[in-house]
């Protein structure tokens, strides 16, 4: 009785001893009694077993490490392929370049795919239909770049991803002397600058 006694006490210092250690170790062991040798034995193979789980386990963790990176890097990509296709242009009056109700509603679709993919940048295109001069349509379709811009920076895109210029009327999304052709040419263009 009093050797059972020992021997449970020994396996459970044991067990301790190894779980407060944290490693995989085998512990000296002194010399066994023959009632303690088998316990030994037995005692002897688990840690080898813990220690192959821990290993294991480490190693699924740098994998999923790995993983998490991959999928990270993944998720940007994704993101950035979806401003770049899903970055919408935005219309405007004739002879203003105050943002309309839909215009603005446009611009916060267009910040939340820049905020999803923040290490791309954007050129903002100005653009006027052909009545004019050149000198004020090309200061009207800086004013309606900068409008654009503005509001996306109101919306928290970072202003430096963002830049302005413009093309006056010199680019015509829409060729036609009519409403419909002016009115497609008053706008602002998002291009990813690559």
């Known amino acids: 009785m009093f050797n059972s006694t020992i021997t449970r006490l020994v396996v459970m210092l044991f067990a301790l001893t190894l779980l407060a250690s944290g490693c995989a170790k ?41 993983d998490q990176g991959d999928n990270t890097a993944a998720a940007a990509q994704v993101a950035e392929e979806a401003a770049a296709s899903g970055l919408q242009r935005v219309h405007f009056d004739f002879d203003q370049y105050v ?22 940048k954007v050129m903002i295109e100005g653009h006027c239909d052909e009545r004019g001069s050149d000198e004020y349509n090309l200061a009207l ?10 509001y996306l920076v109101s919306l928290g ?11 006056g ?8 002397n009519n409403k419909e052709a002016w009115a497609k040419n008053r706008r602002a263009e998002f291009k990813v600058k690559r």
């Open 99 to 120: 943002l309309t109700s839909e215009a603005k509603s446009v611009l916060v679709s267009n910040a939340g795919l820049l905020r999803a993919a923040p290490a791309i």
């Open 26 to 66: 085998k512990p000296v062991a002194e010399e066994p009694t023959m009632a303690e040798e088998t316990t030994q034995v037995e005692m002897q193979q688990e840690p080898s077993g813990i220690a192959e789980e821990g290993v294991s386990e480490s190693a699924y963790g740098e994998q999923a490490m790995g």
């Open 169 to 176: 009327e010199e680019m015509p999304l829409a060729m036609g």
């Open 157 to 167: 895109v970072a202003g430096d991803r963002l830049s302005i210029i413009s093309y």
């Open 141 to 150: 379709g800086e004013k309606r770049a900068r409008a654009a811009q503005n």
